[in-house]
């Protein structure tokens, strides 16, 4: 019984870490088609977005809309700065992870960024892109919004 719950421990924090980490490198243009929203909920908020990072194949295309903190990371592999709407989850070391998406303005309508940390509402279309011979999903944004009242910072389920 101890080993089945270790396994099952060890499986879900794989799966975290996997799609919380995915996120935090991206790349310039998504492949997108058209499709239909995907509302992401307050209160399955981890569970939808590993879902979607898990079956990527059934929700490229589709629109996606939630909201999270905004924030901009550097790359130093690519030297590039790349921005992610995320809220904070449980991780490898406790509640150091993030879940979220990359997000992005689509090509020559790009738009000025929120402050680091505002609290954000967006919708966009999930795409995909290969970038340093890696796969990533890129949320190509439609809409971002600041919004004053906050929502769950950190989500467990």
Known sequence: MKKTIALLAAAVLLLLCAACGSSTTSGEAATVASGEVIQISEKLFLAQVNDIWLNQQDYIGKTLEYEGMFTIFHSDSTGKDYASVYRSSPGCCGADGQCGF???????????????????????????????????????LDSMEVKAERGLEFVSA
Not at 113 to 132: Q, S
Request: glycine share 10%.
């Open 102 to 140: 990359e997000v992005a303005w689509p090509a020559g309508q790009e738009k000025p960024w929120p402050a680091e940390n505002d609290w954000v509402a967006v919708k966009g279309t999930l795409g995909n892109y290969e970038e340093e011979g890696f796969q990533y999903l890129q949320v190509i």
